[in-house]
Every structure is written in C-alpha cells, then in structure tokens.
C-alpha cells in the first residue's frame, strides 16, 4: 500500500510543477547557523530573500510543502552542512500537507523505526531520511516554531534575539 502511495504521490507532485509552477525554491544567504522555513509561503519566502541585513544572517531560506520528502530534503540538507543549528519554521502552514505539524512533531517526537513521525496530524507522514539522520538532526538542530507567523519584522527580531 505505501508503495503505491509514492508512486502515485510521485505522479501528482510531476504534474504540479506543470501546472503551479513555483519560480524559487531556495535562497542561500550569508550567513551558517540559521536556515529558515516559511511552509507554504511563496510571498514571504520572497520577502525574506529580499531583505539583505536578514540574508546577511541565515545559511538559506526556503518553502517546504509536503510532510515527508520535503522535510527529507531539510534534514539532508542540516546533515550535510553541519554549521546549521537553528531552524525557524514560520508562515501558513498548508491545510492538505500540513508540513508545519509535522516537522514540530518530528522535533518534539522523533519517528518510528520505521519512519512515520510520532504524534504528526500529516496525512502520509513518513520520511525516507534513515533512523539515525533523524536522531542528528533532532540533537542538532533547534527547531523554532513560528507558524503562521507572516510578519516580516517580527520575524527579523526573532532571528536576532537567536544571533545575540
């Protein structure tokens, strides 16, 4: 069952980069330590990428849709550039996905041996990312958790009280 799933979650999630095309991802910023998320949040995700005294400060700002691959790829991501030790998640989270809940569960709960994250509201909740990925990234990364915030100041401040 879970493998036809994917496989029909790999369908959909090729047909939508057909017909939302999303322009940017990500953005690299100048700083190491901080990686922000703004969920589902295109406006804010350009606001931020915008603001430079912000991007000066963050290793990378970026969008994270889905409850499983895309949360694969932010603990790729935080494994593989070790400096990252703060993740600040804000902006709407989605109603379908839910991403939002589930990378606070996951910080929170861990996952199961088998890869579903613990107490996650998220329809398909499970990550590729192995056992112990999850367990350094849990123990490195502080995740902050400003959803639904949208408030680009009240966001730098944040991020500022993290750099002091």
Same mark, same amino acid.
């Given at each position: $069952? %879970?493998?036809?799933?994917?496989?029909? =979650?790999?369908?959909?999630?090729?047909?939508?980069? /057909?017909?939302i095309?999303?322009? #940017?991802?990500?953005?690299?910023g100048?700083?190491?330590?901080?990686?922000?998320?703004?969920?589902?949040? $295109?406006?804010?995700?350009? =606001? %931020?990428?915008?603001?430079?005294?912000?991007?000066?400060? !963050?290793?990378?700002?970026?969008?994270?849709?889905? =409850?499983?691959?895309?949360?694969d790829?932010?603990?790729?991501y935080? %494994?593989?550039?070790?400096e990252?030790v703060?993740?600040? !998640?804000?902006?709407?989270?989605?109603?379908?996905?839910?991403?939002?809940?589930?990378?606070i569960?996951?910080?929170?709960?861990?996952?199961?041996?088998?890869?579903?994250? %613990? &107490?996650? &509201?998220?329809?398909?909740?499970?990550?590729?990312?192995?056992? =112990?990925? !999850?367990?350094? /990234?849990?123990?490195?990364?502080?995740?902050?958790?400003?959803?639904?915030?949208?408030?680009?100041?009240?966001?730098?401040?944040?991020?500022?009280?993290?750099? #002091?």
């Amino acid at each position: $069952m %879970i493998f036809i799933y994917k496989k029909i =979650e790999n369908c959909i999630g090729e047909i939508c980069k /057909f017909l939302i095309p999303i322009k #940017q991802e990500y953005y690299k910023g100048d700083g190491s330590k901080i990686a922000i998320c703004t969920l589902s949040s $295109m406006k804010l995700l350009t =606001e %931020i990428s915008n603001d430079t005294r912000l991007m000066n400060n !963050v290793a990378i700002v970026g969008r994270l849709l889905s =409850e499983n691959k895309g949360i694969d790829k932010i603990i790729n991501y935080c %494994i593989a550039n070790k400096e990252i030790v703060h993740l600040v !998640v804000c902006g709407k989270d989605g109603h379908g996905h839910r991403a939002g809940d589930s990378i606070i569960a996951l910080s929170e709960n861990g996952i199961t041996r088998e890869g579903k994250i %613990i &107490k996650s &509201k998220s329809p398909y909740p499970h990550l590729d990312s192995p056992y =112990e990925d !999850v367990v350094i /990234f849990r123990d490195r990364v502080t995740i902050h958790n400003l959803i639904e915030e949208m408030d680009l100041n009240r966001i730098k401040s944040y991020v500022d009280g993290i750099i #002091q």
